[in-house]
């Protein structure tokens, strides 16, 4: 659930696809996209009848699970190096231990839907920290105005109009916050782990284990243990560790590999019109008028954000 972004390291076994696969990414996107639209449900299901850390707790638990046997079946083995694991430390909390909590605690006052969206303004974030934080990311007109656009799109699923009526607003302040929690990931990790040589596997395995460890130890001094085991809820973290977590980095690493990361970042505008079908069709959740037209706003907006310069051809002598 964050914007694709081409990770650090080295692709581990990423040749070129023969022309007999050329079709199979797309399905792939699709499942990626799915998975993803899907795992604000799961999340609503799992936090109603265990506490956030503890649905965060076991997203990490499972999808740590599934790198791991990934990482057996291709014989790969964690970076090495202090200092490698000193910053995926710091990638852990701020990709994954953060903000799979906020939306955890986002999601037992707001909506579903509500918390889909609010995922979708992370391009926004990307693109104003990038400006900030990012040299070679130089603004150009139209990216602005794709920012500028985005965040009125912000404003239009909130309601500003109405003074916020009705809007819970510390969750969905919490839901924004984990937004924002995964550019400024992705801007550490560009600046501190690209090129280490692992491969994107290892990086990310390691990644999650830390990220397990991290909740792990805070798990238990916020929450008690369960008086009763509900088996549902149980099941929707079961999937949203497994399937939202750790088979949608395999599919989302393959993606870039495969189709290049321009292509498989377009999973980010799919994701909340997947979140806001299943909360609505599902779960019961109602929209007003406002939630579908600013969330198409905010992927406009978002989508603008994403476009680069076409590179200046330079004339021959």
């Not at 929690?181 to 994107?200: C, E, K, M, N, Q």
């Not at 989302?252 to 292509?263: H, I, K, S």
């Amino acid at each position: 659930m964050s914007t694709v972004t081409t990770p650090p390291g080295r692709v581990s076994g990423a040749p070129s696809a023969p022309a007999r696969r050329r079709f199979d990414w797309r399905l792939r996107f699709a499942a990626l996209s799915l998975i993803w639209g899907f795992s604000f449900l799961l999340i609503k299901v799992g936090t109603g009848a265990y506490a956030p850390f503890q649905v965060t707790l076991g997203r990490l638990l499972f999808g740590t699970a599934v790198l791991a046997a990934a990482m057996a079946v291709r014989r790969e083995r964690l970076p090495r190096g202090v200092r490698i694991w000193g910053h995926l430390t710091v990638a852990a909390f701020l990709l994954n231990a953060l903000p799979f909590s906020l939306f955890a605690y986002a999601e037992l006052t707001i909506p579903s839907t509500l918390a889909g969206i609010c995922n979708a303004t992370s391009p926004l974030w990307g693109m104003a920290l990038s400006l900030i934080a990012l040299s070679e990311d130089r603004p150009t007109r139209l990216r602005v105005a794709g920012l500028g656009l985005g965040f009125l799109g912000v404003l239009t699923v909130l309601g500003a109009w109405q003074g916020f009526h009705g809007l819970d607003v510390t969750g969905t302040a919490l839901a924004l916050l984990g937004s924002l929690s995964y550019p400024i990931g992705w801007i550490y990790v560009r600046r501190t782990l690209a090129g280490t040589g692992d491969s994107h596997l290892s990086m990310t395995g390691a990644q999650l284990l830390l990220a397990s460890v991290q909740l792990a130890v805070v798990t238990p001094l916020f929450t008690t243990l369960p008086t009763r085991v509900s088996v549902g809820p149980l099941l929707a973290i079961a999937a949203l560790g497994a399937l939202g977590t750790g088979l949608a980095v395999l599919l989302q690493y393959g993606l870039v590999a495969e189709v290049g990361p321009t292509t498989a970042q377009m999973v980010t505008y799919f994701i909340p019109v997947i979140a806001t079908a299943a909360g609505v069709a599902l779960l019961g959740e109602t929209l007003t008028w406002s939630t579908p037209v600013g969330a198409l706003i905010v992927l406009t907006g978002a989508a603008l954000t994403q476009l680069r310069p076409k590179p200046r051809r330079t004339s021959r002598p």
